[in-house]
């Protein structure tokens, strides 16, 4: 009777054992990240890395990370494959704003919270996700156009050097530095703006080009500072960057090491780490039904000489 009972306890904390184990399981959190083009630039590759370790640090987090190479086509099935498998939240770096919204609706008809990171998603998109996490980047535009004003002293002729096409933060950035230099400075004019799709090399080449075409160029306004450095070396090359002020967005180890040499103006300091860890946190809040804003941001200072020794070197 003794080795029945004995048998019949052991076997059910067995069984409670197996179902406990089952329970937490079913308890852990399943999420979808479909990005950008994370070979595109160091940022993003740092952000996945982040991103990686966050997830890592959470034994209650389980992460499926996919990479769109910048192929809008590639990121749409991407999404409807996240979709497909029930992941409990779907994370979307887009690749293009506009072109993603018909799939983001389809996980948000599925019952699927989408959170948009980095770059937003169209307007007509925003009724079908449940937040936005990342920088503000008409706020960054406007940062850079109050850098310089002041870096010229609200006179003169420069050029601008956007982001890629179609992508919502070359848009925004692009959007709030206009307006704002209108605002601020209106006496210095923008005589051309050519994209460089935050590559370095082609970036290179548009300056090369601006330096044939005007005579006389005050400033140079670069999306990101991958681009931002990739004009400075086209006017270096040309003994023509002592004449330049130079100001970015998204402040790279490049521009932070020109900033030090005296070459490049200003930047916006915003990182990729906090970038990554934003976006997974305001996933797993949306998942566990915490209040979250629509549009999560994190702080992206401004950068100057003046003021960088109050900031680290960035990490990409």
């Known amino acids: 009777m003794k080795t029945t009972m004995k048998a019949l306890i052991t076997g059910t904390t067995a069984a409670a054992a197996i179902a406990f184990a089952g329970a937490a399981s ?39 990370v996919l990479d769109a190479g910048g192929d809008v086509a590639r990121q749409i099935a991407q999404i409807q494959d996240l979709t497909q498998q029930k992941v409990q939240a779907i994370i979307i770096w887009p690749t293009n704003g506009k072109a993603v919204v018909p799939a983001v609706r389809k996980a948000h008809d599925a019952g699927i919270p989408v959170v948009i990171t980095n770059s937003n ?4 998109g925003m009724p079908y996700i449940a937040a936005f996490s990342g920088p503000n980047n008409i706020e960054q535009g406007q940062e850079a156009a109050d850098m310089m004003c002041k870096a010229l002293n609200n006179k003169g ?18 959007k709030g530095f206009e307006d704002q230099l209108a605002k601020v400075c209106p006496e210095v004019k923008i005589m051309d703006t050519q994209p460089g799709d935050w590559n370095r090399e082609k970036s290179q080449r548009v300056m090369e080009d601006f330096l044939v075409k005007y005579p006389k160029i005050d400033g140079v306004y670069a999306a990101d500072d991958n681009m931002g450095v990739g004009a400075l070396n086209a006017a270096k090359a040309a003994g023509r960057a002592k004449d330049i002020k130079f100001v ?11 900033m030090a040499k005296g070459e490049y103006y200003g930047s916006v300091y ?15 809040d949306v998942i566990q039904g915490k209040e979250v804003p629509k549009m999560n941001y994190f702080k ?17």
């Open 26 to 64: 079913a308890e852990k959190i399943k999420i979808g990240i479909t990005q950008n083009n994370v070979g595109v630039d160091s940022y993003q590759t740092t952000y996945e890395k982040a991103f990686k370790a966050a997830a890592a640090a959470d034994p209650n987090v389980e992460v499926v």
């Open 157 to 174: 002729d420069i050029v601008q050097i956007a982001g890629k096409p179609g992508y919502t933060t070359a848009i925004e950035r692009e």
């Open 248 to 258: 970015g967005a998204t402040n790279f180890a490049v521009g932070y090491e020109a």
């Open 121 to 124: 998603i169209a307007e007509e």
């Open 270 to 284: 915003q990182s990729p780490v906090d970038d990554a860890e934003n976006a997974l946190k305001t996933a797993i």
């Open 300 to 316: 992206t200072p401004e950068i100057t000489q003046e003021n960088m020794k109050q900031f680290s070197k960035p990490v990409f």
